[in-house]
């Protein structure tokens, strides 16, 4: 088992401006991505949170990850956006598109928006809460396929041709400040920051999640990182899902020759492969508004929900919304704090030693 470093989380946040601004990247696209990895941690989603900042920092390192790039608009119309994230940091331009979609959603009522040349845009769920926020529902997704593509195989294979492809939806609940119905999910069994994760903490993954370079199915983290694979949640229905996320987010990449979504592929190979690989992030936004009164769709969601959470437990415990253990771990964990595994304390301290910035105060 691992041993734990706990600081608070506007320290680890502070820490991870200093180092990316260290990286190279301004001071706002630095607060903009190191403030989305703390969220994940507070969330639970320690897969996604500063166990990220060696991956990014490695990135930047190897010219995959333009630290000071900015997004911007090259097509779309009306109710619809196309970004280009400048080969950035992917938090920076899926939130650059977020709040350009949820500005045409207001006016159209529905806006989408797809993301290219962007890089590993973090937890998904993050968007949809703070669309939720601001009253309007979303659903996102980000994907890849292709041959060597991502670190999953299809149902049924036995290669890697998949990403972990995750989706998320955000539906906002009663009134402003109300947890929102949250739904984030990988379409692999686990996400591969979890096994990230075990391998910091010296665990084994649960049967069913992995098998090794040769398809046999293990628990044993180190053989993910040996060529293993990250199997389809559910068979053939994450399989679908993964597949859907991907071709959706293709339509980010009609007319580019070159589609890159680092961090969440395969490195690129030219020539055939890729044109036969799809890549993108998508995202849809609605205004509940132009189907009516916002504030009684809100109360509707409200009062069902209410009752879902009253529904007999099967066991201990209770019932609860998806939302709801990310609503409540961010709480404890604002009150306590955030523990990073020793091994991941230890890779995030070399990279601020290497930049003369400073560790957060240990609780």
Not at 156 to 177: H, Q, Y
Not at 272 to 300: K, N, Q, T
Not at 333 to 345: N, S
Request: hydrophobic share 45%.
């Amino acid at each position: 088992m691992a041993d734990y470093r706990t600081v608070t989380p506007d320290a680890l946040e502070a820490t991870g401006i200093e180092i990316f601004q260290a990286l190279g990247a301004p001071h706002d696209i630095a607060a903009e991505v190191a403030g989305h990895l703390v969220r994940a941690n507070l969330a639970g989603h320690d897969s996604h949170g500063a166990i990220r900042i060696p991956q990014y920092a490695g990135q930047i390192a190897a010219g995959v990850v333009h630290p000071a790039a900015r997004p911007s608009i090259i097509g779309g119309r009306g109710a619809t956006v196309l970004v280009d994230g400048a080969r950035g940091f992917g938090q920076v331009a899926t939130r650059f598109a977020l709040n350009e979609a949820m500005s045409r959603a207001r006016e159209h009522g529905i806006a989408g928006a797809a993301i290219r040349q962007a890089n590993h845009i973090g937890r998904v769920g993050d968007y949809a809460e703070l669309a939720a926020a601001e009253g309007l529902v979303t659903i996102l997704t980000v994907g890849g396929a292709g041959p060597g593509v991502g670190a999953a195989t299809p149902f049924g294979g036995a290669a890697r041709f998949l990403g972990t492809n995750p989706w998320s939806m955000g539906i906002p609940v009663g009134n402003e400040g109300a947890t929102p119905v949250l739904v984030d999910f990988a379409t692999t069994v686990v996400a591969e920051g979890k096994v990230k994760v075990a391998r910091a903490k010296h665990e084994a993954l649960p049967p069913g999640c992995i098998t090794d370079k040769h398809g046999v199915p293990s628990t044993d983290p180190e053989d993910f990182y040996a060529g293993g694979m990250l199997l389809p949640f559910g068979g053939h229905k994450g399989y679908g899902l993964a597949l859907a996320s991907a071709l959706m987010g293709t339509l980010a990449i009609i007319d580019d020759a070159h589609p890159t979504m680092a961090g969440n592929l395969a490195d690129s190979r030219e020539g055939a492969e890729l044109a036969s690989r799809a890549a993108g992030a998508f995202l849809v936004v609605i205004d509940p508004s132009a189907f009516g009164d916002a504030e009684a769709y809100r109360e509707r969601v409200a009062r069902v929900t209410d009752e879902l959470r009253k529904v007999p437990p099967a066991g201990t415990g209770a019932v609860m919304l998806p939302g709801d253990p990310e609503a409540r771990t961010t709480a404890s964990r604002r009150a306590t704090g955030i523990a990073l595994p020793h091994d991941t304390w230890d890779a995030i301290a070399a990279i601020a030693a290497a930049h003369g910035v400073a560790m957060p105060a240990v609780g």
